[in-house]
């Protein structure tokens, strides 16, 4: 799909980040743009300067499959038919272990980050599947190709994310759907301010906001890599250097791998004091 303009394409998440650099890039590309977002407030104000891009504009709670369907039956109907393109791109965070997360937490975060890619694909994929066309991009994470401490229900989600994303390229390519995998590394958006912390929530957070703010890896970047996934026909696509790494050394030294990921996630943890040096009992 070397030519995206007037093409039908759908966005989930498009409020911010990595889906709000994804609309503007194809608004630029001339593509009819299709936008939900969770937060409707922040969905206006982003697609206020897309103009006429932009042809659908909904609140949408992905992890509801009734919002979802309703949101494709309105696409659809408004179309006539197949989108060209879906972005599930709508996701959220959570820092915690298998010890301090709970099963509300299990549910909310792959409600949003696995069943929402799941509703968009049920939703939107048989008319694309039966048109024998168009493109799907779920947006997983490197995270999801190579894990680490303290995020298991995140990592867990974007794994399933990547696995999903796999399966589907194998079983839609005889449809001439493709599908691409994209694995975003440490990009500065605001998922890691609303996030959920488990443990020392304000300082882990300070810490994690502080180190991706230092990274400074735009969102404009993973847009562009979504777009070329389109074009191309990508994979799975890593998105910046740490996912890169990620991803090759999960393939060929998955031992070292594991030591990396250990010490990674360290770098993002609060330094707790020491409780001997802090007394004054002496």
């Not at 007037?6 to 650099?21: D, E, F, H, Q, Y």
């Not at 929530?201 to 230092?214: E, Q």
């Not at 250990?262 to 009992?281: F, G, I, L, S």
């Amino acid at each position: 799909m070397r030519d995206l303009k007037s093409k039908n394409v759908v966005v989930t998440g498009a409020a911010s980040g990595i889906g709000k650099a994804t609309a503007e890039l194809l608004a630029r590309r001339g593509a009819r743009l299709h936008l939900c977002d969770l937060d409707e407030s922040k969905l206006k104000d982003a697609v206020a300067p897309l103009g006429t891009a932009v042809a659908t504009v909904r609140r949408v709670d992905v992890s509801k499959r009734a919002e979802v369907e309703a949101f494709a039956k309105e696409v659809e109907t408004s179309i006539g038919g197949a989108v060209d393109v879906l972005v599930n791109n709508a996701g959220v965070g959570l820092a915690g272990n298998i010890l301090e997360t709970s099963l509300e937490d299990w549910e909310w975060v792959l409600g949003v980050n696995l069943w929402g890619v799941i509703h968009g694909c049920h939703f939107f994929v048989p008319k694309m599947a039966a048109a024998k066309r168009g493109h799907v991009v779920n947006v997983a994470s490197g995270l999801g190709l190579l894990a680490a401490p303290d995020v298991v229900g995140y990592a867990t989600s974007k794994f399933a994310v990547v696995g999903l994303s796999e399966s589907m390229r194998a079983e839609l390519h005889a449809f001439g759907v493709g599908v691409s995998t994209i694995c975003p590394g440490i990009i500065d958006t605001n998922i890691v301010q609303t996030m959920r912390y488990k443990r020392d929530a304000d300082a882990t957070r300070d810490r994690v906001v502080a180190l991706y703010k230092k990274r400074a890896y735009p969102a404009d970047k993973v847009a562009s890599a979504v777009v070329d996934a389109i074009e191309h026909e990508r994979g799975v696509v890593p998105v910046s250097p740490e996912a890169w790494a990620g991803y090759w050394l999960k393939r060929f030294a998955p031992s070292l791998a594991a030591v990396v990921s250990r010490v990674a996630a360290k770098q993002a943890r609060p330094k707790r004091p020491n409780p001997e040096a802090a007394r004054t009992d002496r």
